[in-house]
């Protein structure tokens, strides 16, 4: 089909232009953020909150978490396999023309696993803690980790959108069930978690910790880069 044929050309075109703007310090910087390690202090945060909020309710909210991650992450490959797609990295047209940083990956990437995952983490957390700041902060770090994958030269922009959409639609479904999980088994009755936000206290420690994550790797990469260890 003439028009899909367009569009994938489109996005080849513009993935080459996203994939142009690279230092050396900024290779550094989106490797640091593209790891999953960087963000763990984030994470328990995040999990600090849930079990000081929601008490015993917090483990029926991780547990669904887990297989809300499980679920994208594992569907995003399926989707892979099924479609197909090379990587930039390996696609013949264009490879001599990517920067690549860190290593190739898989020969297929559409969807985005790393995207699927983000968004499935942003989307699912967002729609408990329901706080319009944390949603911002989440699609922020969602969006950026999610263009990291276009700067190491693995994903097409389609292959992030893809991922994205997938992700949300995954972590709304996974709410939806727990919600109802909870409103017919669960034995404790409150508090509800429909009905309990994140407050604005609480929100300012997951920003300082996120701040803190990312003043952390940036200082820590200027350093390595000015006495030259890497």
Known sequence: ????????????????????????????????????ETWIPLYLSIVYFFIKNYRSKSVLILLFLVLTVVASDQISVLIKESVQRLRPVYEPSIEHLVHNVFRKGGLHGFVSSHAANMFAI????????????????????????????????VHYPLDILGGAILGWLIAFVMFKLMMFVENHFFIAKSPKIEKTKLSKTNFKIVFLVFSVSVLSFTIMTYILHHYNYL
């Open 1 to 36: 089909m003439e028009w899909l044929q367009n569009i994938i050309e489109l996005d080849k075109e513009l993935f080459l232009y996203l994939n142009s703007f690279h230092t050396s310090f900024w290779d550094t910087i989106m490797l640091m953020i593209t790891r999953k």
């Open 122 to 153: 942003f989307g699912f957390t967002s729609l408990i803690f329901k706080n319009r700041s944390y949603l911002f902060l989440m699609l922020f770090w969602a969006v950026v980790i999610s263009y990291s994958r276009i700067y190491a030269g």
